[in-house]
């Protein structure tokens, strides 16, 4: 059969959507193509979710092996750390993985371009020197980290570099007050760093539950982190080897190293987006409708290149809708309203659903349950830290609206409360399900209480 287009899809961006999409689009006989310049498996295999989430395992070992002196172990002294080993063995692990990724790619039948690719006009891509037509095209290239501009820019590094640092600093200043910075201020103080955490706003993570974050907040305090809220770097000067990060109020830190944790911006620069008709906000991000279409009819845009929600599970859900759309019966579809999630932080944090802050301004009889109690491991093992778990109710129709939890292991329990919320239980529900003992979840189903 003569063929009009060279592809029928074309993938710029092997990320978590990229990649979903081109396996999804060729297991349906679709001719596909995949082009990536920079790593595969995109932010979340490389710079993101997975390396991160190693490192907060190799950084809760020292309050692990202290615990464990409750339990009889004796390690004399606390074993030290040796970075390299830990970052080196990180780094064979995203590697095993970006093999996997090629596999997954190669085996689906798509081809895979390992270059940048370009839009040369709406039905054409431009990749190592050859203009390819598709009649689709897919951008799902990501985002990349936003630094603000300010004195000393050049001397902070984002996440992207601190999977690679060729030292573990001894004392660190950390901006932001979102996921990132809230991540990885847990990961340096974990691994001994004297970590410094900069925010310009009065509390972290300030789209969640405010008794919850506050939460957090005090856990990382305990642990060790110093907070500076309500404040902004003024400047960064290099003094032999140590950096001095001044504040708006004039304290000066010291520090060998200035993480910017300050969001991310879409990566739609110098992709010849304005060699179609697809529309970007001011920020670079793409817009598109409820199918991922661009203004373009033959241009597609999902995951974190269109800034909704930037989670990997929501762009891999997002390629699912849109090749069920392209391809299928169209019978997929995401709901952005019940998303579960977890920040990784120390102590971990995991949610789904409206806060109360959110559910009180929908709703006019929001009942609050909240449990609040020791850890087990910690009855031998000692430590201060305590759980927060808390259910947002619809006193009207009895519906779990949210669910949110602080405290170890709330993101294995928080995904399957997202089913439950998901599903429109009600608090009767969650009552009436038997709790598993001895455990943290169980709480979730015996919180008789309420507390407003
Ligand atoms: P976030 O948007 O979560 O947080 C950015 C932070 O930087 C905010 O506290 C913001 O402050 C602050 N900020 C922004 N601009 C400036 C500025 N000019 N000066 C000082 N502070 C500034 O972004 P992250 O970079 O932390 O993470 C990006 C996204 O990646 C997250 O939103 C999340 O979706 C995803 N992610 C998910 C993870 C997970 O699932 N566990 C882990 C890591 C990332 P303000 O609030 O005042 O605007």
Same mark, same amino acid.
């Given at each position: 059969? $003569?063929?009009? *287009?060279?592809?029928?899809?074309?993938?710029?961006?092997?990320?978590?959507?990229?990649?979903?999409?081109?396996?999804?689009?060729?297991?349906?006989?679709?001719?596909?193509?995949? !082009?990536?310049?920079?790593?595969?498996?995109?932010?979340?295999?490389?710079?993101?979710?997975?390396?991160?989430?190693?490192?907060?395992? +190799?950084?809760?070992?020292?309050?692990?092996?202290? !615990?464990?002196?409750?339990f009889?172990?004796?390690?004399?002294?606390?074993?030290?750390?040796?970075?390299?080993?830990?970052?080196? @063995?990180?780094?064979?692990?995203?590697?095993?993985?970006?093999?996997?990724?090629?596999?997954?790619?190669?085996?689906?039948?798509?081809?895979?371009?390992?270059?940048?690719?370009?839009?040369?006009?709406?039905?054409?891509?431009?990749?190592?020197?050859?203009?390819?037509?598709?009649?689709?095209?897919?951008?799902?290239?990501?985002?990349?980290?936003?630094? =603000?501009?300010?004195?000393?820019?050049?001397? +902070?590094?984002?996440? @992207?570099?601190?999977?690679?640092?060729?030292?573990? =600093?001894?004392?660190?200043?950390?901006?932001?007050?979102?996921?990132?910075?809230?991540?990885?201020?847990?990961?340096?103080?974990?691994?001994?760093?004297?970590?410094?955490?900069?925010?310009?706003?009065?509390?972290?993570?300030?789209?969640?539950?405010?008794?919850?974050?506050?939460?957090?907040?005090?856990?990382?305090?305990?642990?060790?982190?110093?907070?500076?809220?309500?404040?902004?770097?003024?400047?960064?000067?290099?003094?032999?080897?140590?950096?001095?990060?001044?504040?708006?109020?004039?304290?000066? $830190?010291?520090?060998?190293? !200035? $993480? *910017? +944790?300050?969001?991310?911006?879409?990566?739609?620069?110098? $992709?010849?987006?304005?060699?179609?008709?697809?529309?970007?906000?001011?920020?670079?991000?793409?817009?598109?409708?409820?199918?991922?279409?661009?203004?373009?009819?033959?241009? *597609?845009?999902?995951?974190?290149?269109?800034?909704?929600?930037?989670?990997?599970?929501?762009?891999?859900?997002?390629?699912?809708?849109?090749?069920?759309?392209?391809?299928?019966?169209?019978?997929?579809?995401? @709901?952005?309203?019940?998303?579960?999630?977890?920040?990784?932080?120390? =102590?971990?944090?995991?949610?789904?659903?409206?806060?109360?802050?959110? !559910?009180?301004?929908? *709703?006019?009889?929001?009942?609050?349950?909240?449990s609040?109690f020791r850890p087990m491991l910690q009855t031998l093992g000692?430590?201060?830290?305590?759980i927060?778990m808390?259910?947002?109710?619809?006193?009207?129709?009895?519906?779990?609206?949210?669910?949110?939890?602080?405290g170890e292991h709330?993101?294995e329990i928080?995904?399957?409360?997202?089913?439950?919320?998901?599903?429109?239980?009600?608090? +009767?529900?969650?009552?009436?399900t038997v709790g598993i003992h001895p455990s943290a979840a169980e709480e979730f189903v015996t919180?008789?209480?309420?507390?407003?």
């Amino acid at each position: 059969m $003569l063929r009009k *287009y060279d592809y029928d899809l074309f993938v710029i961006g092997a990320g978590s959507g990229g990649v979903r999409a081109a396996r999804m689009a060729a297991s349906k006989g679709k001719k596909v193509a995949v !082009a990536e310049e920079r790593y595969l498996g995109g932010t979340c295999v490389n710079v993101g979710c997975v390396p991160k989430k190693l490192f907060v395992y +190799a950084s809760q070992f020292p309050e692990l092996y202290k !615990a464990s002196e409750g339990f009889g172990w004796n390690f004399k002294t606390m074993p030290s750390l040796d970075w390299k080993i830990l970052r080196n @063995n990180k780094t064979k692990e995203i590697e095993r993985l970006n093999g996997i990724y090629q596999d997954l790619i190669e085996h689906s039948g798509a081809d895979l371009f390992n270059s940048r690719a370009t839009i040369a006009g709406p039905n054409n891509v431009t990749v190592n020197k050859t203009t390819y037509s598709a009649e689709t095209i897919l951008v799902a290239t990501g985002g990349w980290p936003f630094v =603000p501009d300010f004195q000393g820019k050049e001397f +902070a590094v984002t996440s @992207n570099e601190m999977f690679y640092l060729e030292e573990l =600093p001894k004392k660190a200043v950390v901006v932001g007050g979102g996921y990132i910075a809230v991540e990885f201020a847990g990961i340096l103080n974990g691994l001994g760093v004297e970590t410094h955490l900069v925010y310009r706003g009065p509390r972290l993570l300030k789209s969640f539950d405010k008794e919850m974050t506050n939460k957090i907040c005090e856990g990382m305090q305990r642990k060790g982190v110093h907070f500076h809220f309500n404040s902004e770097i003024r400047r960064i000067t290099k003094t032999s080897g140590s950096l001095n990060v001044t504040l708006d109020s004039g304290c000066v $830190l010291d520090a060998d190293l !200035a $993480l *910017y +944790a300050t969001g991310r911006k879409a990566n739609t620069e110098a $992709l010849g987006l304005e060699n179609t008709a697809v529309v970007r906000r001011e920020n670079g991000s793409i817009v598109v409708d409820s199918f991922f279409a661009t203004a373009d009819p033959n241009v *597609y845009a999902l995951g974190d290149v269109i800034d909704r929600v930037q989670l990997t599970p929501v762009a891999i859900q997002e390629a699912m809708v849109l090749i069920d759309h392209l391809y299928g019966d169209g019978a997929t579809t995401i @709901n952005y309203d019940n998303i579960p999630t977890a920040v990784f932080s120390q =102590p971990e944090f995991g949610s789904v659903g409206l806060s109360e802050e959110k !559910a009180s301004e929908r *709703y006019t009889d929001v009942q609050i349950f909240v449990s609040e109690f020791r850890p087990m491991l910690q009855t031998l093992g000692g430590g201060g830290e305590r759980i927060l778990m808390k259910l947002v109710v619809d006193g009207e129709t009895d519906l779990v609206l949210g669910c949110h939890m602080v405290g170890e292991h709330a993101a294995e329990i928080i995904q399957g409360m997202g089913i439950a919320v998901t599903a429109g239980a009600t608090k +009767a529900q969650f009552d009436a399900t038997v709790g598993i003992h001895p455990s943290a979840a169980e709480e979730f189903v015996t919180m008789r209480s309420q507390v407003r």
